[in-house]
């Protein structure tokens, strides 16, 4: 059941995020390929960018950590290569999709961590 509250969280979020980068390169169908891309990027979150995060453990170190957020563009490019109904345009369009991700995500999360205090 708690998986299931954080996908639709997740796709909240995907679909809030998508809304609101429409007009610069974010297209997103509906709110059932919201879920879609939610279960997908989890499922990629947890496969896909470990192994990448191992490969490209030398530039992160130099780069401080910020090359993780190319890493995250990456998997949201390729799960919207994956996903009919979700498109990004580019790779910066990516980026701030994947830091407005985050930060919307630790809050509607710290939301549900709360109420079952």
């Known amino acids: 059941m708690k998986l299931i509250i954080k996908l639709l969280v997740n796709a909240i979020a ?4 998508a809304y609101l980068l429409k007009d610069n390169g974010v297209f997103l169908d509906s709110y059932v390929t919201a879920i879609y891309v939610a279960v997908v990027l989890s499922i990629l979150n947890l496969i896909v960018k470990p192994i990448l995060i191992i490969f490209t453990l030398p530039i992160t170190i130099v780069t401080l950590g910020l090359f993780l ?4 563009a990456l998997i949201i490019l390729l ?3 994956l996903i009919d109904g979700f498109s990004v345009s580019s790779i910066w369009i ?6 407005l991700l985050s930060i919307l995500q630790s809050i509607l999360h710290s939301f549900l961590n709360e109420e079952k205090k």
């Open 94 to 99: 990516a980026i701030i999709f994947s830091i």
């Open 79 to 81: 799960a919207s290569k």
């Open 69 to 72: 957020l190319v890493i995250n």
């Open 14 to 17: 995907v679909f809030a995020i």
